[in-house]
């Protein structure tokens, strides 16, 4: 990943329940990899960009295949 200067910020609410599973799934994680536990920030930006690069390929994996699909026609 290119290195980018972090200047927006995202705001989101969660219940109480969610902030504790988010800080157990983050402490859980942080101990099998024997590992300083990572900011809730950094975890929460780490899936953003682990999902937004499976919608990547699942966008031009469908781009292609309608391009395919027009060639035929």
């Given at each position: 990943?290119t290195n980018?200067?972090?200047?927006?910020?995202?705001?989101?609410?969660?219940?109480?329940?969610?902030?504790?599973?988010?800080?157990?799934?983050?402490?859980?994680?942080?101990?099998?990899?024997?590992?300083?536990?990572?900011?809730?920030?950094?975890?929460?930006?780490?899936?953003?960009?682990?999902?937004?690069?499976?919608?990547?390929?699942?966008q031009k994996?469908?781009?292609?295949?309608?391009?395919?699909?027009?060639?035929?026609?």
């Amino acid at each position: 990943m290119t290195n980018h200067k972090l200047t927006k910020k995202l705001q989101v609410l969660l219940t109480e329940d969610e902030v504790s599973s988010v800080n157990r799934v983050i402490l859980n994680e942080a101990i099998e990899n024997e590992e300083r536990p990572v900011s809730v920030s950094a975890w929460i930006r780490q899936l953003i960009q682990a999902e937004l690069s499976k919608k990547d390929i699942e966008q031009k994996s469908f781009i292609k295949q309608t391009v395919k699909n027009l060639n035929k026609k």
